[in-house]
């Protein structure tokens, strides 16, 4: 499965974005989905999950309540609304795929095997 993140940019604290991770090759509904990001001169961290079939999904401390994921699998599209964006948020963003066998998420860069290009996020004060 090959992967694409959108919809990064520029935003004043405060603000909102929503990015997309949309795929192609492969059954997509057969794929968690996690979006990950990673700052400059920072690990990679997760942000958020979402199993195959979308009735699971986990977060991050620091997303909790402020951002959703959803998934689309008559799309093909994963999405991750981000609310109330600290400068702290200020990252590349990543969308990876894992397969599965069943609704288990996973927030681990080993639990996901195909990796998207990045988008980036930019959150200013």
């Known amino acids: 499965v090959q992967l694409q993140a959108s919809g990064g940019g520029l935003v004043q604290a405060g603000g909102s974005l929503r990015l997309s991770c949309a795929a192609s090759?492969?059954?997509?509904?057969?794929?968690?989905i996690g979006w990950f990001r990673q700052a400059p001169g920072k690990e990679r961290e997760f942000v958020s999950g979402?199993?195959?079939?979308?009735?699971?999904?986990n977060y991050a401390d620091f997303a909790k309540g402020r951002f959703t994921i959803s998934r689309d699998n008559a799309k093909n599209t994963v999405s991750l609304r981000m609310n109330v964006l600290k400068p702290e948020d200020t990252a590349v963003y990543y969308c990876?795929?894992?397969?599965?066998?069943?609704?288990?998420?996973?927030?681990?860069?080993?639990?996901?095997?195909?990796w998207g290009q990045g988008t980036q996020v930019t959150v200013s004060s």
């Open positions: 979402i199993s195959r079939r979308g009735g699971s999904s």
């Open positions: 990876a795929a894992g397969w599965r066998w069943n609704e288990y998420v996973g927030s681990s860069s080993r639990d996901f095997m195909h």
């Open positions: 090759g492969g059954t997509f509904s057969d794929y968690a």
